[in-house]
């Protein structure tokens, strides 16, 4: 298991509460690569696909914006913008 300390999220610290909602927004971003099949469209720091740099999350969260990047204002923002490729064992 990967250790991501304070240190790493660039001194960001959370209560139990702002975990709990981070956590959430974080599924999200992931909820939207599985169902929606969308990738990253980095330095969008309006889109909640654009990765979370360096874990620190409430930075990230901050900067989101659901007005400023809507869901098919990007190639990377529309659905099924990666495909998934499955190969036979
Ligand atoms: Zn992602």
Known sequence: MMRCGKKT???EQYSSEEAARLAGIAASHELGHQ???LLHPFGQKHCLMNPVPMFAYRAWAKQLSAKDCALGSSKEMTPGAHRFHYEQP
């Open 9 to 11: 999220r660039e001194g």
């Open 35 to 37: 169902l929606l099949h």
